[in-house]
């Protein structure tokens, strides 16, 4: 399954071409990334897909030299978790 990007989004598929998984953000400031949504279909869940949709993100963010609002509440767990995601975080 291959992580793919669509407008304000990352998703995957499973091998039969349905949207499986998705993460979605918005542009709340000029150079900040606010993650809103992430789900992944509980059939399944436990592939790490979150991880990886999330993943996609911080790559996005850094590549553009962004910041990020983990607004969703995954997305903030994994920022609570994660010590090397802090330096990419967005505090107001």
Same mark, same amino acid.
Do not use: W
């Given at each position: 399954?291959?992580?793919?990007? %669509? @407008?304000?989004?990352? $998703?995957?598929?499973?091998?039969?071409?349905?949207? &499986? %998984?998705? &993460?979605?953000?918005?542009?709340?400031?000029? *150079? /900040?990334?606010? +993650?809103d949504?992430?789900?992944?279909?509980? !059939? $399944?869940? %436990?592939?790490?897909?979150? %991880?990886?949709?999330?993943?996609?993100? /911080? *790559?996005?963010?850094?590549?553009?030299?962004? =910041?990020?609002?983990? !607004?969703?509440?995954?997305? =903030? +767990? @994994? $920022?609570?978790?994660?010590?090397?995601? @802090?330096d990419? @975080?967005? $505090?107001?």
């Open positions: 399954m291959k992580i793919e990007e %669509g @407008q304000d989004r990352y $998703f995957v598929k499973n091998d039969s071409g349905q949207e &499986i %998984g998705e &993460i979605t953000y918005s542009h709340p400031y000029k *150079d /900040v990334l606010s +993650i949504h992430t789900y992944v279909d509980p !059939a $399944f869940r %436990g592939h790490h897909l979150a %991880g990886k949709l999330l993943q996609a993100v /911080v *790559d996005k963010a850094v590549k553009e030299h962004k =910041k990020i609002i983990p !607004a969703c509440s995954y997305a =903030k +767990i @994994q $920022f609570e978790r994660k010590k090397e995601y @802090q990419i @975080q967005y $505090f107001e």
